[in-house]
Nanobody
Framework: QVQFVESGGALVQPGGSLRLSCVAS????????MGWYRQVPGKQRELVAS???????NYADSVGGRFTITRNNNKNSVYLQMSSLKPEDTAIYLC?????????WGQGTQVTVSS
């Protein structure tokens, strides 16, 4: 069972930027696709970005052009650079494999976009 620890969330104004980090308790080299998800209370968890082991990214339409996902397999880490943030990006952000392993969810990191 891999444990993921997310960090970097904060309160930011609309139009601002944040960089989220996710560190795994063990190697992610064996996980072909890693993803960043977000959860809003009362709504279904959403996959916002994913990246393959070689580094090919994929994005949800809602964040394409604003978010950039990267991974560093040597550091067991995945990152999400977010820019031009909107109030609708407010959520708890979590990382996991894609598709996710239900037992591996971490606590996530809160991103709040508000003026």
């Amino acid at each position: 069972q891999v444990q993921f620890v997310e960090s970097g969330g904060a309160l930011v104004q609309p139009g601002g930027s944040l960089r989220l980090s996710c560190v795994a308790s063990e190697s992610i080299s064996c996980i072909y696709v890693m993803g960043w998800y977000r959860q809003v209370p009362g709504k279904q968890r959403e996959l916002v970005a994913s990246v393959t082991r070689p580094g090919r990214p994929n994005y949800a339409d809602s964040v394409g052009g604003r978010f950039t996902i990267t991974r560093n397999n040597n550091k067991n880490s995945v990152y999400l650079q977010m820019s031009s943030l909107k109030p609708e990006d407010t959520a708890i952000y979590l990382c996991n494999s894609d598709p996710p392993t239900e037992t591996d969810w971490g606590q996530g990191t809160q991103v709040t976009v508000s003026s």
